[in-house]
């Protein structure tokens, strides 16, 4: 699960957390934060984790490496989640049956299910997110040009946003969708630059 695209999901199916670990080229991690902290901080509003695969098609299911994942922090939060993992056409859901530590059933995921709207939502950005990175639009923008709330917009337009200093040098890179809540993390002084809300 480690290279993979995902996002943490409430129990209303928004997203909590996009996790999209790769940063391209960017010396920065746009995902510092780990995800298990994050797991942990929201452990009483989740739903599940999501994830993608390759390719299309039915066959779509969990790898060794994604059940011993799920069943450690399953253990670790002491209950049981739900594990989506999309790829290009079709969506399952996985979901511990027991009565084995690494027992895991693999169900496509029902209508209901699908027609959800923030479930809609974040299945159309994950695709986006892993099946269409050359067709990522990148805005690119010096770090004093652009308020953080308007960063996090452009994100979840599904736009990559590339700040870069006043020699044009990439600082760090950011989305689509995995957008901080906080910037300090990254840019010690990016704060400053703006009302602490970004107004
Ligand atoms: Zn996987």
Same mark, same amino acid.
């Given at each position: 699960?480690?290279?993979?695209?995902?996002?943490?999901?409430?129990?209303?199916?928004?997203?909590?957390?996009?996790?999209?670990?790769?940063?391209?080229?960017?010396?920065?991690?746009?995902?510092?934060?780990?995800?298990?902290?994050?797991?942990?901080?929201?452990?009483?509003?989740?739903?599940?984790?999501?994830?993608?695969?390759?390719?299309?098609?039915?066959?779509?299911?969990?790898?060794?490496?994604?059940?011993?994942?799920?069943?450690?922090?399953?253990?670790?939060?002491?209950?049981?989640?739900?594990?989506?993992?999309?790829?290009?056409?079709?969506?399952?859901?996985?979901?511990?049956?027991?009565?084995?530590?690494?027992?895991? $059933?693999?169900? =496509?995921?029902?209508?209901?299910?699908?027609?959800? !709207?923030?479930?809609?939502?974040? +299945?159309?950005?994950?695709? #986006?997110?892993?099946?269409?990175?050359?067709?990522?639009?990148?805005?690119?923008?010096?770090? $004093?040009?652009? =308020?953080?709330?308007?960063?996090?917009?452009?994100? !979840?337009?599904?736009?990559?946003? +590339?700040?870069?200093?006043? #020699?044009?040098?990439?600082?760090?890179?950011?989305?689509?969708?995995?957008?901080?809540?906080?910037?300090?993390?990254?840019?010690?002084?990016?704060?400053?630059?703006?009302?602490?809300?970004?107004?």
């Amino acid at each position: 699960m480690s290279i993979e695209n995902g996002c943490l999901i409430s129990l209303d199916g928004s997203v909590l957390h996009w996790h999209s670990p790769v940063g391209r080229s960017s010396v920065y991690l746009p995902d510092s934060r780990n995800l298990w902290d994050i797991i942990w901080e929201n452990r009483n509003n989740l739903y599940g984790f999501a994830h993608s695969h390759p390719g299309s098609g039915v066959g779509l299911g969990p790898s060794w490496e994604d059940i011993t994942t799920f069943s450690a922090i399953e253990i670790g939060l002491g209950k049981r989640l739900v594990w989506p993992i999309i790829n290009r056409d079709h969506v399952v859901l996985v979901k511990y049956s027991g009565p084995k530590k690494y027992h895991y $059933d693999v169900e =496509s995921a029902p209508e209901e299910f699908l027609c959800q !709207d923030n479930t809609r939502n974040w +299945i159309s950005k994950l695709r #986006h997110l892993s099946y269409c990175d050359q067709d990522i639009e990148e805005i690119i923008i010096k770090k $004093d040009e652009l =308020s953080p709330d308007k960063i996090r917009e452009l994100g !979840d337009q599904g736009k990559r946003v +590339i700040i870069v200093n006043e #020699h044009g040098k990439t600082m760090i890179e950011y989305g689509p969708y995995n957008m901080p809540d906080d910037y300090s993390d990254f840019y010690p002084d990016f704060e400053e630059q703006f009302s602490k809300k970004g107004n």
